[in-house]
C-alpha cells in the first residue's frame, strides 16, 4: 500500500506571495491532518480534515486555510506568506478521526520564505 | 493545556541499549506514541501504547509507560547507526488532538 504522499517536497517563495501544499493520504484513510514543524516552535498542529469537513484547528492566523476533496486528497493553502512561515509542512493520514487512530506521516513539504 | 517534554539530545555507543524518556501531563491521555524522523525526512510511526498497558515489546524495541508518574520511555536495544534519528514522543486523548514533545536527538557513537 502506498504511503502518505506530499507534492511538492520544496518550495521558495518571497514575503507576500500564496501557496498551495497537496496532500495525498493512504488509500482508504478518510482522515488528514496538517502540522507545521519549525526548530523554535516544534510539531504543531494547524487542522484536521475528515470526510470533506474540517473537525478541529489549531491556534494559527486565517492566512492558513485548507480543504479536502471527495477522494480525501488534500490542500493547504497560505496566503501573504512572512518569514516566518517557513518550516516543514507534514500531513498525516488515518482511517477514523486522528483521536481515535493512528496517524501515519508523509514525507514534509519544505517551504522557505525569501 | 496539555505538555509532554523529553530531553533534547542523547548519546550512546553502537551496541548498548538507549533510553529515551518522554513525560507528559494530561492524565486523560488515551494514546502514547514513540515516532522517529531522520534527516529531511516525515515522521514515522515506531510504536504506540494504550493507557491501560505498562509495557509493549516490538522486536528491539520495548516501551514503558508508569502511568503514576506520566512517564514513558522508549529502550531501543543493540542500538545501531541506522538509530540515529530524532524521537518524538506523543500522547492523545479522545477527541483531543495530537500533542508532541520536542523531540530527543539521538546520536550512536561506533
Known amino acids: 500500500k502506498a504511503g502518505v504522499t506530499q507534492t511538492p517536497r520544496y518550495l521558495i517563495k518571497t514575503r507576500g506571495q500564496q501557496v498551495t501544499l497537496s496532500c495525498s493520504p493512504i488509500?482508504?484513510?478518510?482522515?488528514v491532518s496538517w502540522y507545521q514543524q519549525t526548530p523554535g516552535q516544534g510539531l504543531q498542529f494547524l487542522f484536521e480534515?475528515?470526510?470533506?469537513?474540517?473537525?478541529n484547528k489549531g491556534n494559527f492566523p486565517g492566512r492558513f486555510s485548507g480543504r479536502q476533496f471527495s477522494n480525501s486528497r488534500s490542500e493547504m493553502n497560505v496566503s501573504t506568506l512572512e518569514l516566518g512561515d517557513s518550516a516543514l509542512y507534514l500531513c498525516?493520514?488515518?482511517?477514523?478521526?486522528?483521536?481515535?487512530?493512528?496517524?501515519?506521516f508523509g514525507p514534509g513539504t519544505r517551504l522557505t520564505v525569501l | 493545556g496539555e505538555d509532554v517534554e523529553q530531553s533534547l539530545f542523547l548519546s550512546v555507543r553502537e551496541g548498548d541499549s538507549s533510553v529515551i524518556n518522554c513525560t507528559y501531563t494530561?492524565?486523560?491521555?488515551?494514546?502514547l506514541y514513540w515516532y522517529k524522523q531522520e534527516p529531511g525526512a516525515g515522521l514515522q510511526l515506531l510504536t504506540y501504547?494504550?493507557?491501560?498497558?505498562d509495557m509493549k515489546q516490538d522486536q528491539r524495541l520495548t516501551v514503558l509507560l508508569n502511568k503514576k508518574d506520566k512517564h514513558l520511555s522508549l529502550r531501543i536495544a543493540d542500538t545501531q547507526t541506522g538509530d540515529s534519528a530524532i524521537y518524538f514522543c506523543?500522547?492523545?486523548?479522545?477527541?483531543?488532538?495530537?500533542?508532541f514533545g520536542p523531540g530527543t536527538r539521538l546520536s550512536v557513537l561506533p
Open positions: 498525516a493520514s488515518s482511517f477514523r478521526e486522528s483521536s481515535t487512530d493512528t496517524q501515519y
Open positions: 488509500s482508504g484513510h478518510r482522515s
Open positions: 480534515y475528515f470526510s470533506e469537513t474540517q473537525r
Open positions: 494530561d492524565s486523560s491521555s488515551t494514546y
Open positions: 501504547i494504550f493507557s491501560n498497558m
Open positions: 506523543a500522547e492523545k486523548s479522545y477527541g483531543q488532538n495530537f500533542v
